[in-house]
């Protein structure tokens, strides 16, 4: 019987999305917009879609940089809270671990991904 109102409740979730789904498609627009299709970056201007373009390395970099310090967060939570019982060992695996992530962030110092001015060559 515990779960009988999970249940219930994941189903009114199902039917509430079916509904929205079907307002979406019953009342959005029929008629595609114009650069509905273009892909876009927040500060680059469109470009034809035709044209052969190169993704830019800092993207790259920028997102393994924030994905590098989700990491840090992750895992530097945890451990504050149990650093009491990990002693001297403990301390010295982070330190390790933030030495390796201070490298990584040199790393994608050096390569570019914290200047946020990319040059864009017009196409």
Not at 41 to 64: I, R
Not at 107 to 122: C, H, N, P, V
């Amino acid at each position: 019987m515990g779960y009988f109102w999970i249940l219930v409740f994941a189903g009114i979730l199902v039917i509430l999305g079916i509904v929205m789904i079907s307002l979406n498609a019953l009342l959005g627009p029929r008629q595609p917009q114009i650069y509905e299709d273009y892909p876009y970056e927040c500060g680059v201007p469109l470009y034809d879609k035709d044209a052969q373009t190169t993704f830019h390395q800092g993207y790259y970099l920028l997102g393994l940089l924030l994905l590098l310090f989700d990491i840090e967060a992750a895992f530097l939570f945890p451990w504050t809270v149990v650093y009491r019982y990990l002693g001297v060992f403990g301390f010295i695996e982070m330190f390790i671990f933030i030495f390796i992530l201070t490298y990584g962030l040199l790393y994608a110092w050096r390569k570019g991904a914290l200047d946020w001015q990319f040059e864009i060559e017009e196409i």
